[in-house]
């Protein structure tokens, strides 16, 4: 069950716990002991489904085109999203963290049950995208999943990432309770009210903000995992030693930030619109609350150092774009990346970017590979509908199938089943190796420091700035 997109209704149901099953088909023998491959579906935790966005009885997570071209299988789970998968009171009255707990019954069936369907159940991994690639990354970090899969996939997004854990539960509890009429002056009081409300009214109780926004959007998220002591025993950052022996990739696409941009900046995508300086900075001051007025000026600084006296607007469009980009993805990602290197004793890593530019025709020429543009070209979309896309566009999805599914089957997406254009190195202390995807792969898509002044920007001199204030979603209406 969840809000429709226009949060006015909802769909869905109750019942949810659901999976599906791709094998490779084909062949005369059945396969035993193939890799198996677990997606996490994403939508800020308030939307999606394992089928995902249907065009024309086209599913977006059909897994058939992953499991023959890769010779793996392929699961797709449903997880409990909105208020009834992550309300919390903070307290052992409602702890939360429900659709992550979902997802990992639904690993832990995969495990019990996939060798009844040719799979390897000491074979699995997981991967997702945004929200799911945040669940990935947490499941990994959770001690509840120990022995349960050996390697995961994160696409755009992370358990550090700003909107992956929301600090301040309570308050978000209390706000949907006084909606369907619960008292809130008391949390045992509250969680049983709330159990036993409305399953819609529930749902519709959170509404979320997308026009004239006060903060940015990505801070307006309420609905996320919490550290609730068990599932997470503590911040996802102090918790990567659970994930020494985890062969992870995780990676984003160069403007990932893009379709947030246009929530908190409309007058991107409009060419004869201007975007001002001032605009810029007072959406840098929205993400640097925390630090304040130093924080928004040293970011602002580092930002636009290479703006000269008149820049143009498709420069001032993109340093928006790359500065969303960093906050809510890169700059967390590499971060993630760092951590993983750090506690791994047999687990590998590796980074990537994808960089295939968007098909959207309504955007501007400049914009680069969106949020979620990356799916179509894993689920192999440009040859299940070739209608719609061009033959650089199966190059790119052929490689990414391989990659993620070599991955899936050695740990190393350069070996397995099939091949890849062109070798892909681990991320370490002192290589820092990332893979650069889009249809133009060869020797000079492996690169290195990934945009390294910005992290280096975030992840420590702004960090040293005296902290004047928590980013706290306390002012927002709904």
Not at 47 to 66: P, T
Not at 264 to 281: E, G, H, M
Not at 313 to 320: A, C, M, N, R
Request: net charge negative; proline share 6%.
């Amino acid at each position: 069950m969840q809000v429709t997109l226009t949060q006015t209704d909802v769909r869905g149901s109750e019942d949810c716990l659901y999976l599906n099953i791709w094998i490779p088909q084909g062949k005369k023998e059945i396969s035993t002991n193939l890799p198996v491959m677990v997606y996490i579906y994403g939508g800020a935790f308030l939307v999606g489904g394992s089928q995902g966005a249907n065009f024309l009885d086209n599913y977006l997570y059909d897994g058939e085109e992953i499991a023959v071209r890769g010779n793996v299988i392929v699961v797709t789970i449903n997880y409990r999203l909105g208020p009834l998968g992550f309300l919390s009171t903070g307290d052992g009255n409602l702890p939360g963290n429900y659709g992550l707990k979902d997802q990992h019954m639904a690993i832990a069936w995969v495990k019990r049950n996939i060798k009844a369907f040719g799979g390897d159940p000491d074979n699995i991994t997981i991967f997702g995208e945004s929200a799911g690639a945040a669940s990935v990354s947490l499941q990994t970090l959770s001690p509840k999943n120990k022995g349960l899969f050996k390697r995961a996939i994160s696409q755009s997004g992370v358990g550090v990432c700003s909107w992956a854990i929301q600090r301040d539960p309570l308050v978000w509890a209390k706000k949907l309770g006084e909606k369907v009429g619960c008292r809130t002056d008391d949390t045992t009081v509250l969680a049983n009210c709330l159990r036993i409300s409305d399953p819609k009214a529930l749902t519709l109780a959170y509404h979320m903000q997308l026009t004239n926004l006060p903060m940015p959007l990505v801070h307006t998220l309420a609905l996320a995992p919490v550290v609730d002591g068990d599932f997470l025993p503590d911040m996802p950052e102090k918790l990567f030693a659970n994930a020494a022996d985890i062969d992870y990739v995780a990676g984003v696409n160069d403007m990932d930030g893009h379709i947030f941009a246009g929530f908190d900046l409309p007058s991107i995508n409009r060419p004869l619109v201007k975007v001002t300086a001032d605009q810029v900075y007072n959406l840098i001051k929205g993400l640097t609350v925390d630090r304040g007025e130093a924080g928004a000026n040293a970011t602002y600084n580092i930002y636009t150092q290479n703006w000269g006296d008149k820049p143009g607007q498709e420069v001032v469009k993109k340093t928006v774009v790359e500065l969303i980009t960093d906050y809510i993805f890169l700059i967390p990602t590499q971060l993630a990346l760092d951590l993983h290197v750090q506690n791994a004793k047999s687990g590998k890593t590796y980074s990537y970017v994808f960089s295939e530019p968007s098909r959207m025709p309504v955007y501007p020429g400049w914009v680069g590979a969106d949020h979620a543009d990356d799916l179509q070209y894993v689920f192999g979309k440009p040859f299940a509908t070739p209608v719609g896309y061009w033959p650089k566009h199966r190059t790119v999805s052929e490689a990414m199938i391989a990659y993620w599914t070599n991955f899936a089957r050695t740990g190393d997406p350069n070996q397995g089943y099939s091949d890849v254009p062109v070798s892909w190195p681990a991320y370490t202390n002192n290589g820092k190796y990332y893979l650069n995807i889009n249809h133009k792969m060869n020797k000079d898509s492996v690169k290195q420091d990934l945009r390294s002044q910005f992290v280096t920007f975030w992840n420590s001199v702004y960090l040293k700035l005296p902290q004047v204030a928590d980013i706290s979603q306390s002012e927002l209406t709904f």
